[in-house]
């Protein structure tokens, strides 16, 4: 979940979010990691967007922070939009990380998806932002993965976690790592979309307001 804002002197449209963890794999290093990480993603395309007849460089500012006393009230009753909020820890009883539904502000995120690749945090902000996976999970001979592809998406073999492993076999799926934010993945966005009031500031996505416990 993220706020928009219109700065039309420097033609920019910025996405402001704050990632808030908590948690026992939780910490400061991995709130700011976490972060970068979405940032760099997200920003790399340098997207343009158009708005009634002007076009705005896309940027993606983003905030990190560990609250380890993190109060359910501060989730439950929270209304700013910029503020998302995800338990990190080591057991998950999904076994993957996940938010709480497309558009949402919280969700549960196993530590180990986020060591294993910068794009989890990438990807799993993308379903914040009303994002869902391809209803096409094969893409071979269409190169790049998008951001929104999930683990077990057949790709060409340079993206898989072995390039010689046959599709589908073990090995043979997407590897995340490849993942990159493309210029479809900005246009599912539809900003230019978006409900911009008089000072050009528009909600992306819905509070879904839920605290998490740790699972066992």
């Given at each position: 979940m993220g706020e928009a804002s219109l700065d039309h002197t420097n033609a920019t449209l910025t996405i402001h979010s704050s990632i808030i963890i908590y948690g026992d794999a939780a910490d400061q290093t991995l709130a700011q990691q976490m972060a970068d990480d979405?940032?760099?993603?997200?920003?790399?395309?340098?997207?343009?967007?158009?708005?009634?007849?002007?076009?705005?460089?896309?940027?993606?500012?983003?905030?990190g922070?560990?609250?380890?006393?993190?109060?359910?009230?501060?989730?439950?009753?929270?209304?700013?939009?910029?503020?998302n909020f995800f338990r990190i820890?080591?057991?998950?009883?999904?076994?993957?990380?996940?938010?709480?539904?497309?558009?949402?502000?919280?969700?549960?995120?196993?530590?180990?998806?986020?060591?294993?690749?910068?794009?989890?945090?990438?990807?799993?902000?993308?379903?914040?932002?009303?994002?869902?996976?391809?209803?096409?999970?094969?893409?071979?001979?269409?190169?790049?993965?998008?951001?929104?592809?999930?683990?077990?998406?057949?790709?060409?073999?340079?993206y898989q976690y072995d390039p010689n492993a046959t599709p589908g076999a073990k090995g043979g799926t997407l590897d995340p790592q490849w993942r990159r934010v493309l210029l479809t993945d900005v246009a599912d966005l539809k900003l230019n979309k978006l409900d911009f009031d008089g000072n050009g500031v528009a909600v992306l996505g819905e509070f879904s307001s839920l605290y998490h416990s740790k699972h066992g």
């Open positions: 979405i940032a760099f993603i997200w920003n790399e395309p340098k997207a343009i967007i158009k708005i009634k007849d002007q076009e705005f460089l896309l940027r993606f500012q983003i905030e922070s560990y609250q380890p006393d993190l109060p359910p009230e501060k989730v439950w009753y929270n209304d700013n939009p910029r503020l820890e080591e057991f998950s009883n999904l076994d993957i990380s996940f938010v709480d539904g497309l558009g949402s502000n919280t969700g549960y995120f196993k530590l180990a998806n986020l060591k294993q690749t910068a794009t989890t945090a990438a990807h799993e902000y993308g379903h914040t932002l009303g994002l869902e996976h391809p209803t096409n999970l094969d893409i071979r001979g269409k190169g790049a993965p998008g951001i929104m592809f999930p683990r077990g998406t057949l790709c060409d073999p340079q």
